[in-house]
């Protein structure tokens, strides 16, 4: 079983920037993809970035597009996402998930899911 554990979460004000990290037990995702989602009480989970192996192009959302970065570490086995110019609507509960098989935002095609990490922008 693929345990993903986040971190990098935490309080910034509006304009600042964060830098997400998760990092995978195992390496039986590496043949496969890795996203970031977020969560605010009483909504959806929404897809953020995606990212998969072999140097394919990411995914973003268009609300976070040129203000988010995702990538990879050389290993595959810790993806990271940059935050940067954020806004008070980017707080938000972040997660990490992996074994997605195509570069994708949406939830349900993504087996392995982190506990999550808070981001707070004011």
């Known amino acids: 079983h693929v345990q993903l554990v986040e971190s990098g979460g935490g309080s910034v004000q509006a304009g600042g920037s964060l830098k997400l990290s998760c990092t995978a037990s195992?390496?039986?995702?590496?043949?496969?993809?890795m996203g970031w989602f977020r969560q605010v009480p009483g909504k959806e989970r929404e897809g953020v970035a995606s990212?998969?192996?072999?140097?394919?192009?990411?995914y973003y959302a268009d609300s976070v597009k040129s203000r988010f970065s995702i990538s990879l570490d050389n290993a595959e086995t810790t993806t990271y996402l940059q935050m940067n110019s954020l806004a008070p609507e980017d707080s938000a509960m972040y997660y990490c998930?992996?074994?997605?098989?195509?570069?994708?935002?949406?939830?349900?095609?993504?087996?392995?899911w982190g506990q999550g990490t808070q981001v707070t922008v004011s």
């Open positions: 998930a992996a074994d997605a098989v195509v570069c994708t935002l949406r939830a349900s095609s993504y087996k392995y």
């Open positions: 195992e390496r039986t995702y590496r043949r496969y993809c």
């Open positions: 990212i998969c192996k072999g140097g394919l192009a990411p």
